[in-house]
T-cell receptor, first 109, second 115 residues
Framework: SQQGEEDPQALSIQEGENATMNCSYK?????LQWYRQNSGRGLVHLILIRSNEREKHSGRLRVTLDTSKKSSSLLITASRAADTASYFC?????????FGKGTRLHILP | DTEVTQTPKHLVMGMTNKKSLKCEQH?????MYWYKQKAKKPPELMFVYSYEKLSINESVPSRFSPECPNSSLLNLHLHALQPEDSALYLC??????????????FGNGTRLTVT
């Protein structure tokens, strides 16, 4: 079962620009996490935001959560070539962590 | 490199074979997970173990049989698979149970091809 829907599905930007990805979900959650996946490899955890938090920062990452709209956004500032990857939001509820469809981000040199 | 080790990296098996995927972590994590991922799709949750007990089975067909022999090991036994079961199988662990909420640490997966 899928919970999150990322938007856009694919995004290409120039190196140095900011990248914004959005995630919407359907049911109440305990927390929301963002992960990165390079092609054919395991996922890497980026950031976790709890349902009672509104914003969180980690290095060049900024995550917001709006539980009233059931949505979250991930902002990557000053993008680099190494940021090229797929990004997934994952919602945690009860004993499950369910991933959204993902955004494929391509950083152009 | 990750702290969750999955073996083998690649596996090709026929539909009548029996094989097992193995996952190991030594971080003292108390929850372990199996996910299945098809190309260009998100990981799909299959099983969750909390404190070595199966807590979630996402209606996975019985040809997939999980096993958690101890807190560091997680196996996925495969029998009579279908070609559509070909996918990347990802193992993950977390320090706390999903209910408490914490980051997942993923292995690099086993690429399974069923012929």
């Amino acid at each position: 079962s899928q919970q999150g829907e990322e938007d856009p599905q694919a995004l290409s930007i120039q190196e140095g620009e900011n990248a914004t990805m959005n995630c919407s979900y359907k049911t109440s959650i305990n927390n929301l996490q963002w992960y990165r996946q390079n092609s054919g490899r395991g996922l890497v955890h980026l950031i976790l935001i709890r349902s009672n938090e509104r914003e969180k920062h980690s290095g060049r990452l900024r995550v917001t959560l709006d539980t009233s709209k059931k949505s979250s956004s991930l902002l990557i500032t000053a993008s680099r070539a190494a940021d090229t990857a797929s990004y997934f939001c994952a919602t945690g509820r009860d004993d499950k962590i369910i991933f959204g469809k993902g955004t494929r981000l391509h950083i152009l040199p | 490199d990750t702290e969750v080790t999955q073996t083998p990296k690649h596996l090709v098996m026929g539909m009548t074979n029996k094989k097992s995927l193995k996952c190991e972590q030594h971080m003292g994590h108390r929850a372990m997970y199996w996910y299945k991922q098809k190309a260009k799709k998100p990981p799909e949750l299959m099983f969750v173990y909390s404190y070595e007990k199966l807590s979630i089975n996402e209606s996975v067909p019985s040809r997939f049989s999980p096993e958690c022999p101890n807190s560091s090991l997680l196996n996925l036994h495969l029998h009579a698979l279908q070609p559509e079961d070909s996918a990347l199988y990802l193992c993950a662990s977390s320090q706390v149970t999903p209910r408490t909420g914490g980051p997942l640490h993923f292995g690099n997966g086993t690429r399974l091809t069923v012929t």
